[in-house]
């Protein structure tokens, strides 16, 4: 009975999105980074600093790529396994809304910029991969953000991007890990929180 | 000349020796973090109510196009070292590419007002002193919060005080140009930064340790020219 109900669902899931299993990770990274800068460029309201808008945007469009479960795991390092499976929940939703709230800006931030999407360089066989795009800026060399992807049943999934040569998750190993000694796995819990209620009433 | 600027650096070696206290849990490579997290302070304050506000009206004053023409200039100018310092790492023909830039850019682009060497394929560079002692195989020594320059290391700061030495905008005079493109150069400096900042201020829990953890990356990042040797975060 159960097996059945899991078939049907994987099923559904795949049958909704056949595009997401196949699609090579550097078209997607480009489509969907693309997609993401022209809606914020035109969309009025985003124009106008609508935090709530922008963010819609990147849930509906960027958010099914990303694994934020292998991303809270990489940032807490030992500690993950010290969580209880409730407790880890709620720290990849956390983490997950202050991920999302970052990416926002910083892809706001760089919108007038000129993208330039590298050639992917892999073997037609590998299902870890490295996605390089390059952001241009006047003076200075290009900002590089590299995305590192993983091949899952549903389609590649990002878990890790790099700015300019600093990985999001690893910046987060030594803060998660100081406030998990000190506090504990729900302190960190309540330190993220916090942070995000902060950020809302911005 | 250069007199005061000699004894306050050494006067806070000194206070940074005098607070070299051994204390719980010290990350490693900031031994220093207690006295680190006093200058942080200090130049988080500074950058409130001084280099973040003119930086602010500067970016809102001055349409982009004048801002990308005063970051190419400055740019330009730091293409002549650029070129030195690959070449000191041995790498010859990126050094030679960024002196072609400054040659074209110089001439063609107008005095380094226009970056016409990018669009003929001749890709920018960074590079600096800091930069070429890690190739030769400096290591980065302790971490360090420099008064109003903000995160360095020991090997880093000492660079920047060589590419500070000698980069060629401090023989400018009369004296009013040179401090006038000192004040340009900062002001247009932070207010690139200023969406940067915004968001460091959005991500991080603890400023100073997201600062310092992404600061200690970028550096080695830079050092192998953006392919490090890669550190595989294991999965737990």
């Known amino acids: ?202 | 000349m250069k007199c005061p600027v000699t004894w306050l650096a050494l006067a806070w070696l000194l206070a940074l020796a005098g607070c070299a206290t051994t204390g719980e849990e010290r990350d490693p490579r900031d031994p220093f973090e207690g006295f680190n997290r006093g200058v942080y302070a200090f130049n988080e304050t500074f950058d409130d109510y001084l280099a973040k506000p003119v930086a602010t009206v500067y970016r809102k004053a001055l349409h982009v196009e004048i801002r990308n023409r005063v970051s190419n200039f400055f740019g330009n100018i730091q293409d002549i070292f650029i070129g030195v310092n690959n070449v000191l790492q041995g790498k010859f023909e990126d050094g030679v590419n960024d002196w072609a830039r400054f040659a074209f850019n110089t001439t063609w682009g107008l005095l380094g007002l226009h970056d016409i060497a990018t669009d003929m394929g001749l890709e920018k560079h960074n590079e600096d002193f800091g930069q070429t002692f890690g190739r030769w195989g400096v290591p980065p020594g302790p971490y360090l919060i420099l008064p109003f320059l903000g995160p360095s290391t020991v090997r880093d700061g000492t660079g920047t005080a060589v590419d500070w030495a000698v980069q060629p905008v401090g023989e400018v005079r009369p004296i009013e140009l040179r401090n006038t493109l000192y004040g340009l150069y900062f002001v247009n400096t932070r207010s690139e930064l200023l969406d940067a900042t915004r968001i460091l201020e959005e991500a991080a829990l603890d400023k100073y340790l997201f600062t310092r953890d992404a600061y200690l990356q970028r550096r080695r990042s830079l050092i192998y020219d953006g392919q490090p040797p890669r550190e595989k975060l294991e999965s737990p």
């Open chain 1, 1 to 202: 009975m159960k097996k059945t109900t899991l078939l049907a669902l994987s099923a559904l899931l795949f049958s909704a999105h056949p595009a997401a299993a196949q699609e090579a990770p550097d078209v997607l990274v480009k489509t969907v980074t693309l997609e993401v800068v022209d809606l914020i460029t035109k969309d009025k309201e985003i124009k106008a600093g609508s935090r709530a808008k922008l963010v819609q945007v990147i849930e509906a469009k960027v958010l099914p790529h990303f694994n934020f479960t292998a991303m809270t795991a990489l940032a807490m390092g030992q500690s993950w396994n010290k969580a209880t499976p409730e407790q880890k929940k709620q720290l990849t939703e956390e983490f997950k809304t202050l991920l999302v709230r970052t990416y926002a800006s910083a892809l706001a931030a760089y919108s007038e910029q000129k993208f330039d999407f590298r050639p992917l360089r892999a073997r037609p066989g590998d299902t870890d991969v490295t996605v390089n795009v390059r952001v241009m800026q006047p003076g200075a060399q290009p900002v590089t953000l590299d995305y590192s992807m993983e091949k899952t049943g549903s389609g590649w999934k990002v878990y890790d991007v790099m700015v300019g040569g600093v990985s999001l998750v690893a910046n987060y190993r030594t803060e998660f890990a100081n406030t998990v000694r000190n506090s504990g796995v729900d302190g960190l819990i309540r330190d993220l929180q916090k942070k995000n209620s902060a950020m809302e009433k911005k």
